[in-house]
C-alpha cells in the first residue's frame, strides 16, 4: 500500500507542484490550501507524513502540528516556512517536527526527508 502524504500551503502552485512530484514516487497525495479543511480530512482518514507551512491565514502550521500529534503521533511533520529564523526553528523542533525546510522548497531534499520518515532511518519506503 502506498503512503499517504499530506500537503497544506496556502500557495497552491506550491502544493499543486509539490503533489505531481510525489505522486511520481507512488506516494498517495492529497494537497490543502486552508488549515480548517486539512483538520477536518486528517479526522476523517490517517497519513503517515504532513508538510505544512507555517504562516498560512487562520490556522497555522504549529496548529496543524498539535492537532496531528492529538489524532496519530506516528504520523510525521514536516515543516516548511518562508520565515526561517533560529527562534521559528527552536520552536518546531520543541513541538516534535520531523524536519524543517525554509522556502522555497528543493524538492529533492523534501523528497529524501519523506522517504526517511516513511520508511526509518535506511530511506526505504
Given amino acids: 500500500m502506498s503512503k499517504r502524504i499530506m500537503i497544506v500551503d496556502d500557495e497552491k502552485i506550491v502544493g499543486d507542484m509539490t503533489k505531481i512530484s510525489l505522486e511520481d514516487d507512488g506516494y498517495q497525495v492529497e494537497t490543502f490550501v486552508e488549515g ?3 483538520l477536518k480530512r486528517l479526522q476523517e482518514a490517517p ?20 492537532a496531528v500529534k492529538q489524532l496519530n503521533s506516528d504520523t510525521k511533520v514536516i515543516m516548511i ?5 533560529l527562534d521559528v526553528a527552536i520552536e518546531a523542533i520543541k513541538g516534535d517536527v520531523f524536519d524543517f525546510f525554509p522556502k522555497p522548497i528543493r524538492i529533492k531534499e523534501l523528497k529524501a526527508s519523506i522517504r526517511k520518515a516513511v520508511g526509518g532511518a535506511d530511506g526505504k519506503a
Avoid: H, P
Fill in 36 to 38: 480548517a479543511a486539512a
Fill in 47 to 66: 497519513f503517515d507524513v504532513v508538510v505544512t507551512d507555517l504562516k498560512m491565514r487562520g490556522i497555522d502550521g504549529f496548529e496543524i502540528l498539535k
Fill in 81 to 85: 516556512t518562508a520565515f526561517a529564523n
